[in-house]
């Protein structure tokens, strides 16, 4: 029996149990990059308005967050460049795979029953990470040919598809990695997620620094998710980066494999130790229960919102210095749209819509932790006790609700914090910036008034409220390339909220969407109460 | 009120599926009542119904003199449950779900509590992650045994626990049953239900099929009779509820009917009896009848199985 028996077997059957979401998984971001050139072809035909173009995106500091640094204006790095965010997806979506099929699978306790059969020790980590990285090179590869097919040149394409291939594989790597620390899929979820964050963040920072001019630049180069943009498609292509990627994957995936050597079956790195014999004697409410399931979770994510939120505050504060050191021709486009204090404004104010969205995938996520306590059998012995289905979901509802306000709350104290003392201005900019993050509450409100409401009326599809989410926030970052009817943007949430800082106040929108959520969640209340439980 | 529990005429569907077609239950106060059927039969079911966490799409259903729907949270107070298949929190610790569930119910013995931690022999203090099922399983039992609640409904109880615990389980039942309360026990353990149980409920496809003592239900099947006999017997073939007749020489064996049990005998004194051997149903042969799903020649098969 050699280390890869029955991967071929477990490979199949991961295909098996995938075969709806991998291929859409593939699909998805196959899309954005031939709808870019598709909409690059009709907005800006000529070399002269793509150069524009160019000029007026390359000091956008929002842009080169979001979607990595620009190079140059042809076509092919317009498109990959803009297609910079597609990275981060492939990345999370290769991740979560690895991690469904590897600790998901022991946790749930099915990993023991395949492991009594003919498969070798690794058996189960080899084909996860092989059906994950698989997926990756077919997306890369269809993207690339799909490139080619559009007139693209042949070299920029390989090289924007292998590079995207490469980072659907590290990240696979890297949920292998991430399996192997802790018991329970839910955490080493997290921790990967905090891993992506990290990269997305380090490219970010490296790549504004970079073009600043700062000794920030090699930052970058710590971020997986900035190595697509590093081969330079269509760029003078560098593809020794790609080589960078395959040590990554192979140092990882060994470690990977060490790790899951060490341990024993359903243990982790962290070993779980000895709890209280007795309840603490404030444990005796749902709110209670629910508190001391998402406190985990929410301290985790408030201690990311007061990061991300300093670093964001810290670099935005250098934005203003980039003035200074740039050319007088990009300085003369700068004053064009603005000035300075415009320029920090509308990275905020695209940093403050990113954080609205991140936060509603954490309100969706603690929404459907009740569907999880269904589904999983644990809200039968509680629902047989004398409480009521209102204050069990109560309990969780609260935290969905509050969780994500905290957390803007941090987040926009850390950015108003770090950027008032940067510039001097404390008083000013506290307020300023606490203002600009509380405006995402209400549509965050709304994705988890979405959440519940599925959870109450059709809870065989609470998920689905991630797939609106996402479909929303896609809509509204490539909306405008795309020439989407405005009507088809207005439908997301975020699309009608203020833009702050610096944008203009306005009560109305926020009002209305928190009057949406409350409908969303009298209805789900009402569903709640009607339907039977456990629905399988 | 001397009925605990009364479920008539019970029908649930999920979608084209019917999983109770029309049940009857009756658990009397201070009684434990056993319920049974096969896998899928619609315990769990008529047990979530009971709870008010499904709705019954026909029928009535009585608990505590109260509607387990309408009434739910004020009911609960009043009963305790322990499920099938006993899922927790994997972070809290055994010792944590205990108190939680005692206070979201409304209290907890904490002598009790202590006590059958003891004799359970489990570890509070292990997260519930790391529990195995049978300890999990006792982590719900001591939640539940240690309450006050003047009902027990309990969905397989022991299914996880070894024989030593097993035999804590059913002291602990018989406690409960002297203190007055009422236990709905739904089991596959056949020799639990013979140990405790006043009453059983069988039931099929979602549809009672018997009820009554065990002494009444073993009414309803066969005899196996073994005699020696002083000369050959004619008019046992022809007699109508003697089955597998077999005969070698003086010795006959045979299976019979409660109803023609009597007649049967008369006819082997008629010829002498030099020795008898007379097994009365095993619960096991009760079974095979019901949960046979080809129903019919449920008799050889039970024989078969012997």
Sequence with gaps: ?536 | MSDAITVAGLVKTFGSSRALDGLNLVVRTGEVHGFLGPNGAGKSTTIRVLLGMMRADAGTARLLGGDPWADATALHRRLAYVPGDVTLWPNLSGGEVIDLLGRLRGGLDQKRRADLLERFDLDPRKKSRTYSKGNRQKVALVAALASDAELLILDEPTSGLDPLMEEVFREAVQEEKHRGRTVLLSSHILSEVEALCDRLTIIRDGLTVENGTLADLRHLTRTTIQAELSGPVDGLAGLPGVHDLRTEGGRVRFAVDAAALDTALQQLTAVGVRSLVSQPPTLEELFMRHYDRTGASTGRHAEARR
Excluded at chain 1, 214 to 228: A, C, D
Aim: proline share 4%; glycine share 14%; charged share 10%.
């Design chain 1, 1 to 536: 029996m050699n280390a890869l028996t029955g991967a071929g077997k477990l490979i199949r059957l991961a295909l098996r149990r995938d075969r709806v979401l991998l291929p859409l998984w593939v699909f998805l971001p196959w899309l954005f990059p031939l709808a870019f050139v598709a909409a690059f072809n009709s907005g800006y035909p000529t070399a002269q308005a793509r150069q524009e173009y160019a000029e007026t995106s390359i000091h956008n500091t929002a842009f080169t967050v979001t979607y990595g640094a620009l190079h140059g204006s042809s076509l092919g790095e317009l498109v990959t460049w803009r297609a910079g965010f597609i990275p981060l997806m492939v990345g999370l979506i290769s991740m979560l795979t690895v991690i469904r099929h590897t600790r998901a699978e022991e946790e749930a306790g099915r990993r023991e029953l395949i492991g009594a059969t003919v498969v070798s020790r690794h058996a189960g980590l080899a084909a996860a990470l092989i059906t994950a990285s698989g997926a990756s090179l077919v997306l890369g590869m269809l993207t690339a040919l799909g490139l080619i097919s559009q007139g693209l040149p042949a070299a920029g394409s390989l090289a924007f598809g292998f590079g995207l291939a490469g980072t659907g594989c590290v990240f696979a790597a890297i949920g292998a990695v991430v399996a192997q620390l802790t018991t329970s899929a839910g955490s080493a979820r997290g921790i990967g997620i905090v891993v992506l964050g990290a990269a997305f963040l380090l490219r970010g920072i490296g790549d504004v620094s970079g073009k600043a001019d700062g000794g920030l630049g090699w930052v970058s180069w710590l971020s997986p998710i900035g190595w697509v943009g590093q081969v330079r498609p269509f760029g003078g292509e560098r593809w020794w980066v790609l080589g960078l990627a395959a040590c990554a994957v192979a140092v990882l995936t060994a470690w990977a494999i060490v790790l899951s050597g060490r341990r024993d079956l359903g243990g982790g790195m962290f070993h779980d130790r000895l709890g209280p014999a007795a309840a603490a004697s404030g444990l005796r409410t749902p709110l209670a229960l629910a508190w001391r399931l998402h406190r985990g979770s929410l301290a985790g994510r408030v201690a990311g919102f007061a990061l991300v939120g300093f670093v964001l505050g810290s670099i935005a504060e250098s934005l203003g210095n980039v003035m200074n050191n740039s050319t007088p021709a990009a300085r003369d486009i700068l004053a064009r749209i603005g000035g300075p204090g415009t320029v920090v404004d509308q990275f905020l104010v695209g940093m403050m819509a990113m954080l609205g969205v991140v936060s509603a995938g954490l309100a969706i996520q603690a929404v459907l932790r009740l569907r999880a306590e269904e589904s999983g059998g644990r809200v039968e012995p509680v629902l047989a006790t004398a409480v009521d289905r209102l204050r069990w979901s109560g309990g969780h509802l609260a935290f969905a609700l509050l969780g994500p306000a905290l957390g803007l709350v941090v987040f926009g104290s850390a950015v108003g914090l770090a950027y008032g003392m940067n510039t001097g201005d404390l008083g000013g900019q506290l307020p300023r910036m606490l203002g600009a993050a509380l405006v995402q509450l209400p549509a965050v409100w709304v994705f988890a008034g979405l959440a519940f409401a599925l959870f109450g009326l059709l809870p065989r599809f609470s998920a689905g409220a991630f797939a609106v989410l996402l479909v929303s926030t896609l809509f509204g970052w490539v909306g405008a390339e795309l020439e989407l009817s405005q009507w088809v943007i207005d439908l997301s949430a975020f699309a009608h909220l203020p833009q702050l800082p610096g944008g203009e106040v306005r009560v109305l929108p926020l009002v209305v969407l928190t009057a949406m959520a409350t409908v969303l969640i009298v209805l789900g209340l009402a569903g709640l109460r009607r339907r039977d439980m456990p629905v399988g």
